[in-house]
């Protein structure tokens, strides 16, 4: 209610020139005024080219600074940028009742400009940023809760294909991937692997946003920006594999979505990328909590070597007499869960 009162009064403010200007001293503009607090530092070269206009060409420092009630050294600091600390609200009212006339086809000085250079905001704009950011911490809780779904279904899958999950690889304990230009990028977690006889380290990245996420205000961003800004987050990975192809040769990099759309876009986009190492994207339904799919991009380093771990049938629950079978799809005598007939005999 507020913000609105106070657009509406800015733009009329600044839209009238000063045929139309409000009378400086009126009770409203003061009421106005009072629902600013102070939240930032004040920018000083804003603060300077207002205080310039105000005080016009044609008055003396030590003439102005005895009309807003302040020594001749403040003002001076004001006016040239170098101020540290706000001007109070009482000044600024002050600037505002004492400014110069301003020339033909100019706008006088806006005291709410002023208030805003000095790091003043409304308290109602003030209460929307602290309920933004309750909104936001709000979001990054539930981006946590969806990143610790997603690993227990990607473990959950490499459990059921044979793959040997240490009791610390069931902890939620986030990793990092070290890059050649020498920043690290936080991975949701990383397990030993082995399938058709190699064995690397799979790495997994989870991307829990969904397209409705990005819905602001009934603003919907389009998922193709979406989808360049997380490209652009994951760019340091893919430099490092163009420029030194060595780096992650022991590694699969998974990059793992709940959104079918966001997955589908990164696909179009990585399938045509001239890439050394092992990558792959996973589709992941975090309902029925499973993984729908998994497309593996052509590897220049490892030729017909990257192929899909999670289309490789599910080995849990094989009993003692399919045991061959098991051994031949994990490479290791992998029984999961046995029956008790199967133990006696």
């Not at 890439?275 to 909590?289: C, G, I, P, Y």
Request: proline share 2%.
């Amino acid at each position: 209610m507020c913000d609105s009162i106070i657009s509406e009064t800015v733009k009329s403010f600044r839209e009238n020139e000063r045929d139309c200007k409000m009378n400086k001293t009126d009770a409203t503009y003061k009421a106005l005024i009072e629902e600013f607090v102070l939240v930032n530092k004040p920018d000083a070269t804003r603060v300077a080219v207002i205080i310039k206009q105000a005080i016009g060409p044609d008055r003396s420092n030590k003439a102005f600074a005895e009309l807003i009630g302040v020594n001749e050294v403040a003002l001076s600091r004001m006016r040239n940028g170098k101020i540290t600390k706000s001007m109070g609200v009482d000044t600024i009212i002050k600037v505002f009742e004492n400014q110069a006339t301003p020339p033909d086809g100019e706008f006088p000085v806006d005291v709410f400009e002023l208030l805003e250079a000095n790091g003043y905001v409304s308290k109602a704009m003030q209460q929307k940023n602290v309920a933004a950011k309750e909104l936001k911490k709000s979001r990054l809780s539930a981006f946590r809760a969806e990143r610790e779904l997603m690993s227990m279904i990607i473990k959950t899958a490499l459990f059921d294909r044979g793959i040997e999950l240490r009791q610390s690889d069931l902890e939620y304990t986030r990793g990092q991937v070290d890059t050649v230009i020498g920043n690290s990028q936080r991975c949701d977690f990383a397990t030993a692997m082995g399938f058709d006889g190699e064995h690397y380290i799979g790495v997994f990245f989870t991307i829990p946003q969904k397209y409705e996420d990005f819905n602001f205000d009934g603003n919907q961003t389009p998922a193709e920006d979406i989808m360049r800004q997380l490209m652009n987050e994951l760019s340091s990975i893919f430099l490092t594999d163009a420029w030194d192809q060595d780096y992650y040769e022991q590694l699969k990099i998974h990059f793992c979505f709940v959104d079918k759309l966001f997955y589908e876009i990164f696909v179009d986009k990585i399938e045509s990328a001239n890439l050394h190492n092992r990558f792959s994207a996973v589709l992941l339904d975090d309902e029925k909590l499973c993984v729908v799919e998994e497309t593996s991009f052509e590897a220049m380093d490892h030729e017909g070597r990257n192929s899909n771990f999670f289309d490789r049938p599910v080995v849990r629950g094989i009993s003692f007499e399919d045991d061959d079978v098991a051994s031949e799809i994990t490479g290791m005598n992998f029984l999961i869960s046995a029956t008790d007939d199967d133990d006696e005999e």
